[in-house]
């Protein structure tokens, strides 16, 4: 693997960082500000929204420069949105700065993945999206444990300094090693919203929202279910969560590696696999070392995931991806919105903590349909031409039929 990749890893290991952390300094910052918590939760929505809206928005504005100086414009206005965090006077402008920080998440993603998979060999793209990807899940074994306690020991702003430095790390290693690779020729905005045409790509989005929806129904009411039902101590759900990091650390790489030998049977098996996981969480959240170990397989099914999902839509919208893999980026977070809501309604309604893992097994398995929908349909269509004359690569949506 190229050492490129280890750039954009590091640009992941940021936006990942900063994305999560926040989740674990919640009370610092609203005493800070005197708002209540769940006015400080604002900071966690207005981020995902931000990276909802903003991967079309910035890849889309994009579209005229090289993807090199695309990141790189990225990676500034990722350091840009943390310093702003670090020392926002009042709530509303660090709130300013998450929403600013968020616009580089999706378009940051979606590009950095299209430059990955143009830096390997054909049958290594989904191993080098998992490359990149690493970034994030580490960041969630390593980067958003240490600036949570950085954040609670010695302040939270120290936390968004850190965090803008790791930015400067990751805008460095793009410029210096991440080669400028020639735009294809003739792509324009009009052809990247065309793929949007394409059934597949809509597909392939929609099982990402539902796919990666379920992992984060159960994920986002992790601490009352864990201290309320498998009777951990609040202290303990930091380690858990570094559990839950380790399982996407694995999976990521196993996904990844196994999308590049047969991608949709690696997604009939991590989304079969996760829809049973999430079920058999609502018996095992009663258990300390039950949940313990289903938390680790949600992180390892869940972003098993990633790899072959991102794969798909590169493949699906090839000629045009760029915008349609920053858009399936928005997808993720999308589905973690959704997910959060509906987990939300059936605690409300009085179902207990674990009814959240039901939620997240019915999305999986609805990902896991659409999954089997896409392969008919695939089966179905005309098994495209193709041609190979002389050097000419094979095109990438021939490639792509053969998954």
Known sequence: MPLALLALAIGAFGIGTTEFVIMGLLPEVAGDFDVSIPTAGFLVTGY?????????????????????RMLMLLMGLFIAGNLLSA???????????????????????????????????????????????????????VGVPLGTFVGQAIGWRITFVIVAALGVVGLVGVAKLVPDLPKPAGVSLRQEIGAFRNVQVLL???????????????????????????????????????????????????????ADRALMPMLYVSLGSLALVLGVFTLTAHNKIASAVTIMLIGALGFATVPPLQKRVLDQASGAPT?????????????????????????SAGLGYTAPNWVGAVLAASALVLA???????RRSPAPTKVVTGATPVPEHVAAAHH
Request: aromatic share 8%.
């Open 372 to 378: 089997f929908l896409s392969a008919a349909l695939e």
């Open 87 to 141: 020392v926002a006077p009042a709530f509303g402008v660090m709130l300013a700065g998450r929403v600013v920080a968020s616009l580089a998440h999706g378009a940051f993603f979606g590009i950095g993945s299209v430059v990955a998979a143009e830096l390997v060999a054909p049958e290594k793209k989904a191993g080098a999206i998992a490359t990149m990807f690493s970034g994030l899940t580490v960041a969630n074994v």
């Open 323 to 347: 915008l349609a893999s920053a858009v399936n980026i928005g997808a993720f977070n999308l589905g973690n919105a959704l997910s959060a809501w509906l987990g939300g309604i059936v605690i």
């Open 48 to 68: 995902a929204l931000g990276v909802v809206l903003g991967a079309p928005l910035m890849t889309a504005l994009g579209t005229r420069i090289s993807r090199k």
């Open 204 to 258: 392939a989005m929609a099982m990402t929202v539902l796919g990666f929806g379920g992992v984060f129904a159960a994920i986002t009411y992790i601490t009352p279910m864990m201290t309320e039902v498998a009777g951990y101590s609040e202290s303990s759900v930091t380690w858990l969560l570094v559990l839950f990091g380790l399982g996407m650390v694995a999976g990521n790489l196993i996904g990844g590696r196994f």
